[in-house]
T-cell receptor, first 116, second 114 residues
């Protein structure tokens, strides 16, 4: 399958700082990327959908000013957690799709964010 | 109400036992269906997928799933589990009418005792 690389794998930051997480599709053009959040022992919750070159679409209850998503190229999307607080600590996972309806999205390895 | 339902939150079984995990969804229209596995400390891996055609889908590691449209179900099965199948399993649904985004079920944590 296609490869999606997410970086960093884990990050610890101080409360009030911002953290950027990158998601790259290494061998295909990702017209659409999805960002999920996974709390311990829970399922993945979709945060937002981003299409290359346009603004992200956020799910209900997700603060767009807190979770900034940029999808400036067909191989890179970034999620920036602004002014992070301990309650933002979680596992963040991206997935990338080439936009075709007959193929699946491919997942990155996830980023564990801990805000102290 | 949850749109993708996995009925069992936890399953404990012994090696060589058969496994069946239930998944139901509540969407109409065209859907694509997936089962993912997440081993402890690892990222999601695709087990199998259904897009069209034969409703009985075979995936990796001896898993299979059957799409029953009339029941809105896509149950996962494995005839004989191994200790290495200990993991969390997620059912996911992609709705063509919703921009191809995936909605996940709540997950089922499977523990296989050696």
């Amino acid at each position: 399958g296609a490869v999606v690389s997410q970086h960093p794998s884990w990050v610890i930051c101080k409360s009030g700082t911002s953290v950027k997480i990158e998601c790259r599709s290494l061998d295909f053009q990702a017209t659409t990327m999805f960002w999920y959040r996974q709390f311990p022992k829970q399922s993945l919750m979709l945060m937002a959908t981003s299409n290359e070159g346009s603004k992200a679409t956020y799910e209900q209850g997700v603060e767009k000013d807190k979770f900034l998503i940029n999808h400036a190229s067909l191989t890179l999307s970034t999620l920036t957690v602004t002014s992070a607080h301990p309650e933002d600590s979680s596992f963040y996972i991206c997935s990338a799709s080439n936009g075709r309806v007959d193929t699946e999205a491919f997942f990155g390895q996830g980023t564990r964010l801990t805000v102290v | 109400a949850q749109s993708v339902s996995q009925h069992n939150h936890h399953v404990i079984l012994s090696e060589a036992a058969s496994l069946e995990l239930g998944c139901n969804y509540s969407y109409g229209g065209t859907v694509n269906l997936f089962w993912y596995v997440q081993y402890p400390g690892q990222h999601l891996q695709l087990l199998l997928k259904y897009f069209s055609g034969d409703p009985l889908v075979k995936g990796i590691k001896g898993f299979e799933a059957e799409f029953i449209k009339s029941k809105f179900s896509f149950n996962l099965r494995k005839p004989s589990v191994q200790w290495s199948d200990t993991a969390e399993y997620f059912c996911a649904v992609k709705r063509r009418a919703a921009g191809n985004k995936l909605t996940f079920g709540g997950g089922t944590r499977v523990l296989v005792k050696p």
